[in-house]
């Protein structure tokens, strides 16, 4: 730090003043638990990587017994994921892996405390919220190596970060007095909020001829993997080749206040983490990488098993590069595994704000989202019910469809069924 400007570390002491909030307020922000496990994976060289890992807790309502074909799709799902309390020894539970936002230079997996925490007992599965590395420390690309190594944490067992992750698990379960269970790396999923979002759809990419590394850079996903993989992607920073006070902005979004705007925080941080001449870059603007392989056969592209959610606020200077991009998505061939959901009169972040921070209809729309995004992910974690639409509960003149509506008609057939997860 001490070799930048006194401008840039000022700047980054003041953002970085909420990871002095110790862990256990998480127990107010995160009442309902679980709380996170925190420890390092060990990754490239001497670097670890700080994870906050939820399990799911002992006595979860969605355990069942194994359920039918015609079963609720959460019953359903709790077939792959019954727990070791119920005498199964060979448990294995899915995982999911969430990136927080922040523009590469502030944020924490703290505020993300919440979501995980409700994905985590809900959908009875492991939540990773990584703890990336962020600029003017690190420079691009270290935290898409961050995301990517906790990714092969959990599906490739040759690699050390594999066996400290499961140990780590297994010694709260032990501390908790609990039986151990398998994850099942079979059964993965990815989640990023704003640049979070940049992080989950580079794992799900690979691109020919990088220009930051000059080589190759693959997906670590193999492109043979067993099964779907769902991708959240919550208001998702796709082109950063525009800085956020350069970025057009929606009509009705107000001009830009507060201590990040007076102090230039963004300005001023952003170019720390992600040089000028790297923004174009496909791995720093995923957005602008290609979807299919120039060539027949070639492994490039969107992975082939990607399934992907994308959330837009209305009021967000990331709206239109998403919209540029659902085009893209389209033209190549790919809006069939696209899933979009538009929320009216709500401004980027929201979903991340506190409960006390937004209104009580935002409230509302926030639960609503969690829960669609919740019911996407279950539907490809249980392969059985494949026929089931990842749409649930959407009623024609219900109060919910006025404001969170597809952006495009063509993301869904309106012929397939619906169902309540």
Request: charged share 25%; net charge negative; glycine share 6%.
């Amino acid at each position: 730090m001490l070799s930048h400007p006194f401008g840039v570390t000022w700047r980054k002491a003041l953002v970085s003043l909420p990871r002095l909030v110790p862990d256990f307020v998480l127990q107010f922000t995160n009442p309902e638990g679980p709380q996170p496990v925190v420890f390092d994976l060990p990754s490239r060289g001497s670097h670890l990587i700080p994870v906050y890992v939820f399990i799911p807790p002992l006595h979860n309502s969605h355990h069942h017994r194994l359920q039918t074909q015609g079963a609720h799709l959460k019953d359903a799902l709790q077939q792959h994921t019954r727990t070791p309390e119920h005498g199964d020894e060979h448990v294995k539970v899915p995982v999911l892996i969430d990136f927080h936002g922040g523009g590469f230079v502030l944020g924490s997996p703290q505020e993300q405390a919440p979501f995980c925490a409700q994905m985590c007992r809900e959908s009875n599965a492991v939540v990773i919220s990584v703890d990336y590395r962020l600029g003017p420390y690190a420079q691009y690309p270290a935290a898409n190596y961050d995301a990517e190594d906790v990714l092969r944490a959990v599906i490739e067992p040759k690699t050390q970060a594999y066996k400290t992750l499961r140990e780590g698990i297994r010694e709260q379960l032990e501390k908790d007095g609990r039986k151990p269970f398998d994850l099942d790396e079979a059964r993965i999923a990815l989640s990023g909020f704003s640049s979070g979002g940049n992080l989950a759809l580079n794992l799900a990419l690979s691109v020919k001829d990088d220009p930051t590394i000059h080589k190759d850079w693959p997906s670590p996903i193999p492109w043979d993997f067993q099964n779907d993989i769902p991708v959240l992607l919550f208001y998702p920073s796709l082109d950063c080749r525009l800085l956020p006070h350069e970025r057009p902005r929606p009509e009705g979004l107000p001009p830009p206040s507060g201590i990040l705007e007076r102090w230039a925080i963004e300005k001023e941080l952003m170019p720390t983490y992600l040089p000028v001449d790297c923004r174009g870059h496909p791995r720093a603007s995923p957005g602008l990488a290609d979807l299919k392989p120039k060539r027949p056969g070639e492994q490039a592209g969107l992975h082939p098993k990607a399934k992907l959610w994308l959330l837009l606020p209305q009021y967000d200077t990331l709206h239109s590069q998403s919209i540029v991009w659902i085009q893209k998505v389209k033209d190549e061939g790919r809006m069939h595994d696209l899933t979009v959901e538009e929320v009216k009169g709500v401004v980027h972040g929201w979903t991340q704000f506190p409960d006390s921070w937004i209104s009580e209809e935002e409230r509302r729309l926030k639960a609503e989202t969690f829960r669609k995004a919740r019911c996407f992910v279950e539907a490809f974690w249980a392969p059985e019910v494949k026929g089931v639409a990842v749409d649930p509960g959407r009623k024609e003149g219900d109060a919910a469809s006025a404001s969170m509506s597809k952006t495009d008609p063509a993301v869904r057939d309106k012929s397939e069924p619906v169902t309540t997860c």
